[in-house]
């Protein structure tokens, strides 16, 4: 049985080799689409889905050194007039994080930024999106470097949140398709619930899906993915990024 590759405990702009271990169908999940990944990227792309995760806090203390979100869009564009298949490309904002308003916005700024360009060419992507996952480790991060309250005390942020959420999601539904994998907070009327690596990947990635295994649970009891292997063989961690909602310690 073939499994899908996928970076998913590290990004791969950190290794410089990534792209020499792919297997037949793989997704590739970065948040820096930098020039040397969008070369990479355009010379395996019959191979790849590629997840640009952009949540709008990069340059900014909730990511401090990830790009800003007006950077990592001048470079999607590049990709997609460089040849990149759209069907091969995934918006992915992952984590959401509505503690406050400004936050909040920040994220929804991605959408105001890419909105336009599909519009303009009548365009409708997949868009990935999950809410934070709040570890004990992860609340202490942000409540330490923000001097603010986490304004809930559960793992996953109660129903209102997700709804809040959706409130602004709904407005931008004419431009992306919303999925998630694990989140059971969102609306399925507006949400698909899809794992990251699915059958659906594997179709437009034109391979024969009988041959790869059935979705699986192993990480999460509702994980929707299918059985997967990461591509490279890099220790989990924290990486260059420092993103203060990292679930690695």
């Given amino acids: 049985m073939k499994q899908i590759g996928i970076t998913e405990t590290f990004d791969p702009c950190f290794v410089p080799d990534w792209e020499v271990k792919l297997l037949e169908a793989n997704i590739i999940i970065s948040k820096e689409l930098s020039d040397e990944m969008i070369e990479k990227l355009l010379i395996v792309k019959d191979r790849v889905i590629f997840h640009h995760t952009v949540t709008g806090q990069g340059n900014k203390i909730l990511e401090p050194n990830v790009q800003p979100s007006k950077k990592e869009f001048e470079q999607f564009k590049k990709l997609i007039e460089r040849g990149f298949p759209i069907s091969h490309y995934v918006l992915r904002i992952d984590p959401i994080m509505p503690f406050n308003d400004d936050i909040l916005n920040n994220t929804i700024n991605v959408f105001r930024l890419w909105e336009p360009y599909l519009k303009e060419r009548n365009l409708r992507i997949r868009c990935r ?8 480790h992860v609340r202490q991060r942000i409540q330490d ?19 809040k ?3 602004e ?3 931008f539904k004419d431009a992306f398709v919303f999925e998630s994998c694990a989140e059971q907070g969102f609306s399925t009327n507006l949400v698909t619930q899809i794992g990251c690596a699915s059958y659906a990947d594997l179709a437009i990635l034109n391979v024969d899906v009988s041959e790869y295994g059935q979705p699986e649970n192993k990480q999460r009891g509702d994980c929707m993915c299918l059985a997967k292997k990461q591509i490279l063989s890099v220790k989990p961690s924290r990486c260059g990024h420092k993103c203060l909602y990292c679930f690695w310690k």
């Fill in 165 to 167: 959420v959706e409130n």
């Fill in 145 to 163: 470097a923000m001097t603010i309250d986490i304004p809930w005390n559960t793992f996953t942020a109660p129903k209102e949140y997700f709804k």
């Fill in 129 to 136: 999106i999950s809410m934070i996952d709040m570890y004990d």
């Fill in 169 to 171: 999601l709904v407005k």
